[in-house]
């Protein structure tokens, strides 16, 4: 699996932004571009939120 969809399962699954981009090595710029091009793509990914929100 590339990078790319390694950090935005991750992402999806909950994993922080920052969390992310020191698990795999990149910056948290390049993780928040990467997420902003989730629709460029055409990919639906939807981020797990906590059940205690209101």
Sequence with gaps: MDLY???RLAC???????EAARQ???SRESVRSWEDQQTIRGIVW???TSS???
Excluded at 12 to 18: F, V
Aim: proline share 0%; hydrophobic share 25%.
């Design 52 to 54: 205690g929100r209101s």
């Design 46 to 48: 939807h981020r797990r």
């Design 5 to 7: 969809r390694k950090v």
């Design 24 to 26: 795999f090595g990149i």
């Design 12 to 18: 999806a699954e909950g994993m922080s932004e920052r």
